[in-house]
């Protein structure tokens, strides 16, 4: 992969980490800590704690996109960007287009998923 096109892939993980960062900061102060005693029943108590799990859960996809981001990022400092971290074949550009934190090329990838259906259901 050529210079130019690893810097552009740089500029979108960049930009994309700044992002979620961001994101992240401005969110710390939104939540609020609900005791029963504000509640009038149960429901409400219910609905508050799914919407909490919610809120952690994205959360936590997010910090492991940030990983993932910064795994990339590393990628490209050592100039492997681009290639399969199992194969070291090149990824094909619509699947780093689609997805730059992609350190895996397609084949490589279903096979993956392949292994972890098969050992999820034994």
């Known amino acids: 992969m050529n210079r130019q096109r690893v810097k552009k892939f740089q500029k979108i993980l960049l930009t994309e980490r700044s992002r979620l960062m961001c994101q992240a900061e401005s ?3 939104a939540e ?10 149960e429901a ?4 508050i704690q799914v919407n909490q799990n919610v809120v952690l ?3 936590e996809r997010e910090r492991n996109l940030i990983a993932k981001i910064e795994s ?4 490209i400092d050592e100039g492997i960007f681009g290639y ?10 619509r699947r780093l287009e689609a997805r730059p934190v992609s350190s895996l090329c397609l084949s490589c990838k279903e096979r993956e998923e392949h292994r972890e259906r098969i050992f999820a259901f034994s």
């Not at 609020?32 to 029943?41: F, G, N, S, V």
């Not at 409400?44 to 609905?47: E, I, N």
């Open 44 to 47: 409400d108590l219910a609905q």
């Open 72 to 75: 990339a990022l590393n990628r």
């Open 32 to 41: 609020i800590t609900i005791t029963t005693d504000d509640l009038p029943d």
């Open 57 to 59: 859960r994205l959360r």
């Open 84 to 93: 399969c971290m199992d194969c070291e074949e090149p990824i094909e550009s």
């Open 27 to 29: 969110s710390k102060g």
